[in-house]
């Protein structure tokens, strides 16, 4: 069974710092794609950002591009998302989650239960 | 940068038949997703490249792809189904969602 676990969230205030980590059971987690998506208080979801099965190409969306950094152990089955600068507006629930194949993103098959992030003064 | 558009609300009776719309520049070349969200719930996917419906999702959904718009059908739609549903492509290098569209079945 794929199993996907997050934890860091928390309360931050403006301009502080979060990494978000996710632990990944139940697939061989080098062989796929993650990704990291949120969804803002009664917002839509939001694409964050992505990382090849590997590790060597990272994606991100222009909203988070330059402050957050995604990243991957894969001898520890662990996703991470290093938050930097973080601002109001990042509040959200933030989802970890399998994309289908491993090269990049293409559809998810698995999310994670959300680690809620709130950026407040 | 790429964007995609969802009506806001669809209503449907119980029974009958919803359709969601998504639209995008020539999205019908490349492939759409749809996913499920229920207030507090993780998403779920509905569907994929287009008309694939993965395990565990009933057959009364459906999907296709061509010229502009990508369409989900929920045909014999149920309460269960009341949800909001948005799609997602990979366009210049990025994943893309639709605004979402809340589904009332009333």
């Known amino acids: 069974e794929v199993q996907l676990l997050e934890s860091g969230g928390g309360l931050v205030q403006p301009g502080g710092s979060l990494r978000l980590s996710c632990v990944a059971s139940g697939f061989p987690f080098s062989n796929y794609a993650m990704t990291w998506v949120r969804q803002a208080p009664g917002k839509g979801l939001e694409w964050v950002s992505a990382?090849?099965?590997?590790?060597?190409?990272?994606f991100y969306a222009d909203s988070v591009k330059g402050r957050f950094t995604i990243s991957r152990d894969n001898s520890k089955n662990t996703l991470f998302l290093q938050m930097n600068g973080l601002r109001v507006e990042d509040t959200a629930v933030y989802y970890c989650a399998k994309e289908a194949y491993s090269e990049r993103p293409d559809y998810v098959d698995y999310w994670g239960q959300g680690a809620l992030v709130t950026v407040s003064s | 940068s790429y964007k995609l558009t969802q009506p806001p609300s669809v209503s449907v009776s119980p029974g009958q038949t919803a359709s969601i719309t998504c639209s995008g520049d020539?999205?019908?070349?490349?492939?759409v997703s749809w996913y499920q969200k229920k207030s507090g719930q993780s998403p779920v996917l509905v569907m994929y490249?287009?008309?694939k419906r993965p395990s565990g999702i009933p057959g009364r959904f459906s999907g296709s792809n061509s010229g502009n718009t990508a369409t989900l059908t929920i045909s014999g739609t149920q309460a269960f189904d009341e949800a909001d549903y948005y799609c997602q492509t990979w366009a210049t290098s990025t994943v893309v969602f639709g605004g979402g569209t809340k589904v009332t079945v009333l």
């Open positions: 020539n999205l019908g070349e490349t492939f």
């Open positions: 990382i090849t099965g590997n590790g060597r190409i990272t």
């Open positions: 490249q287009d008309s």
